[in-house]
T-cell receptor, first 116, second 110 residues
Framework: DTEVTQTPKHLVMGMTNKKSLKCEQHMGHRAMYWYKQKAKKPPELMFVYSYEKLSINESVPSRFSPECPNSSLLNLHLHALQPEDSALYLC???????????????FGPGTRLTVT | GESVGLHLPTLSVQEGDNSIINCAYSNSASDYFIWYKQESGKGPQFIIDIRSNMDKRQGQRVTVLLNKTVKHLSLQIAATQPGDSAVYFCAENSPDKLIFGTGTRLQVFP
């Protein structure tokens, strides 16, 4: 199974709402990632979890709160977002470099988020 | 910094022709590079990778070339098909995270 799944596929939320994005993988990967992608732009890294611990936070505003409950799940909690946060949110997973010698990140299909 | 412009570079090729997509990377210490394909409404999909100790790597219908002297990557797609239409991103491992290039849209016409 080389699939990363994300739910929901689409999400519309108001600026006062609280919502969560979910990501799951069953490839045994111990690194998981959140990316944000705006239209016609490349993915931009937000967070990295290694062995269920947050290892990289790319100076993301606190209205985005990641959580890694176990080695297969990754959540992104959203609160008080702004319209400019509307984007495609991508989850990815990989082996832990460099021990595994593999760096390839497997991406999910993304959640299309619209903040109104 | 923020890339300028709202338009992706576009490469238009006729079905059956070969395509060459180019990418310049930024970090001379990067040791691993990946090409991803992203179709509309989908997440990036791995195409091929190459390590910095190699100059060339071939896959099925695809070849990646790495020129470390000028920090340049290229992706060659042989006999381009309509299903190859997508946005293609190069990415460098720099050093503990992937940095994506700006992307190139490949359009295949009959």
């Amino acid at each position: 199974d080389t699939e990363v799944t994300q739910t929901p596929k689409h999400l519309v939320m108001g600026m006062t709402n609280k919502k969560s994005l979910k990501c799951e993988q069953h490839m045994g990967h111990r690194a998981m990632y959140w990316y944000k992608q705006k239209a016609k732009k490349p993915p931009e890294l937000m967070f990295v979890y290694s062995y269920e611990k947050l290892s990289i936070n790319e100076s993301v505003p606190s209205r985005f709160s990641p959580e890694c409950p176990n080695s297969s799940l990754l959540n992104l909690h959203l609160h008080a977002l702004q319209p400019e946060d509307s984007a495609l949110y991508l989850c990815a997973s990989s082996q832990i470099p460099p021990l595994a010698g593999e760096y390839e990140q497997y991406f999910g299909p993304g959640t299309r988020l619209t903040v109104t | 910094g923020e890339s300028v412009g709202l338009h992706l570079p576009t490469l238009s090729v006729q079905e059956g022709d070969n395509s060459i997509i180019n990418c310049a990377y930024s970090n001379s210490a990067s040791d691993y590079f990946i090409w991803y394909k992203q179709e509309s409404g989908k997440g990036p999909q791995f195409i091929i990778d190459i390590r910095s100790n190699m100059d060339k790597r071939q896959g099925q219908r695809v070849t990646v070339l790495l020129n470390k002297t000028v920090k340049h990557l290229s992706l060659q797609i042989a006999a381009t098909q309509p299903g190859d239409s997508a946005v293609y991103f190069c990415a460098e491992n720099s050093p503990d995270k992937l940095i994506f290039g700006t992307g190139t849209r490949l359009q295949v016409f009959p």
